[in-house]
Structure formats: C-alpha cells, structure tokens
C-alpha cells in the first residue's frame, strides 16, 4: 500500500513569494490533515479536511495561508505571502474512517525556509 | 486547551539502557494517545496507540502507559540500541481526530 505523498520535499523563498505545497493522501482516506511544525516543536494542526469539506481551520492563519481539496482526493496548500516565521516542516496526514477517531499516516513532510 | 508537555527535551544514554519518556496532559477528555518516531529529514512513524479505556500498550521492547485521572504517560524502551536514537513525540487525540502534540524527546543511544 503505498502512504502520504509530498512534493516538494524541500522549498527555500525569499519572503513576500508564494509557495504551494501538494498532498496525496493513502487511497481510500476520508480524511486529510495539513500540520506545520516549527523547529524544536511538535507539528501543530492548521487545516482538517473530510472528503472536500473543511472540518477544522481554526489555527489556519486565513490572511496568507489557504488549503483547498477539490475532489475530496490531493489537496494543495498555499502560503502568500510568505514569511520568515512560516520556516517549517509542512506534514500531511490520512486516516480512512471519517469522524472518529482513527490512526493518522503521516507523510515525509516538505521543508520550507524562508529567507 | 490542551496542552500536552514532554520531559526531558533531550536524553542520552549508552547502549543497552532501559529508559522512560514522559508526557503529561491538561484536558483528560481525550479519545486515545499515540507515541510517535520522527527520524531527521522524515515523517512520523506511529509507535503505539492506547486508547482512552485502556492503561497500557506493549510493542516490542516498547511500553507505553497511560494514566488519564493525572494526565500521564510514559513511555518505556528496554535494552536500548543506537537504532532507537530518533524523536519521540507524544500526542493526545481529541475532539474531531485532532492530534495535540508534546514538544517531543530527542533520544539519543550512543553504543
């Protein structure tokens, strides 16, 4: 079974740029997780999806970051502009039974620094 | 708000040490509590998933407790190998699957 893909797996900007991260969650999965987790802390949760419906957005700073999942499949992330504290790794989780609690599968993550 | 704190940051030990990891947690109204791996440059790996009825999880030469009238948990390592050497990173899971994370513990097991 193949897990959580993510591209790119590295970014560097300078700040003011934007930049777009892509998510593929485990195939099957009803749920997608977007995660940012600062150097030295654990990931924290910015957006939650089931299907193409937004579960939870409530620590998604709305006024530069956005997330979108279509076609209840991949999901895209976009940070405009970007800035120096948004240095992170970007992780994307799946789990497969929607509105309970269930095991998340975490994808290789995408770092991004900002400069 | 939950906040879900890990002692120590840091631990070094030699090879062939048992060790413990602790997390603690505010809201004891959680579902379940998973313990995570990251290794450098990688996701997360699960370790063990207790759930909220339960006290304790074996996998291995692991062993994960969890006491949720105090807001704890530990996790245990036996025999510990250089290839244990990660960041382990406790997480509480709570209202829609939401995953609230410690700090995490960077182990490193030097042979």
């Known amino acids: 079974e193949a897990g959580v893909a993510q591209s790119p797996r590295y970014k560097i900007i300078e700040k003011r740029q934007s930049v777009a991260f892509w998510c593929n969650p485990i195939?099957?999965?009803?749920?997608l997780y977007w995660y940012q987790q600062i150097l030295g802390q654990g990931p924290k949760l910015l957006i939650q999806?089931?299907?193409?419906?937004?579960?939870?957005d409530s620590q998604l700073p709305k006024d530069r970051f956005s997330a979108e999942r279509l076609k209840g499949v991949d999901s895209t992330l976009k940070i405009q502009p970007a800035k120096l504290e948004d240095s992170a790794v970007y992780l994307c989780?799946?789990?497969?039974?929607?509105?309970?609690?269930?095991?998340?599968?975490f994808g290789p993550g995408t770092r991004l620094t900002v400069l | 708000k939950q906040e879900v704190t890990q002692i120590p940051a840091a631990l070094s030990v030699p090879e062939g040490e048992n060790l413990v990891l602790n997390c603690s947690f505010t809201?004891?109204?959680?579902?379940?509590l998973q313990w995570f791996r990251q290794d450098p440059g990688k996701g997360l790996t699960s370790l063990l998933l207790?759930?909220?009825?339960?006290r304790e999880q074996t996998s291995g030469r692991l062993n994960a407790s969890l006491d949720k009238s105090s807001g704890r948990s530990t996790l245990y390592i036996a025999a510990s190998q250089p290839g244990d050497s990660a960041t382990y990173l406790c997480?509480?899971?709570?209202?829609?699957?939401?995953?609230?994370f410690g700090t995490g513990t960077r182990l490193t097991v030097i042979p």
């Open positions: 989780a799946s789990s497969l039974i929607p509105g309970q609690p269930d095991t998340q599968y």
């Open positions: 195939s099957g999965h009803a749920t």
């Open positions: 999806f089931q299907n193409n419906g937004v579960v939870d």
């Open positions: 809201d004891s109204a959680i579902y379940n």
């Open positions: 207790i759930q909220s009825s339960q």
């Open positions: 997480a509480v899971i709570a209202g829609a699957n939401n995953l609230f």
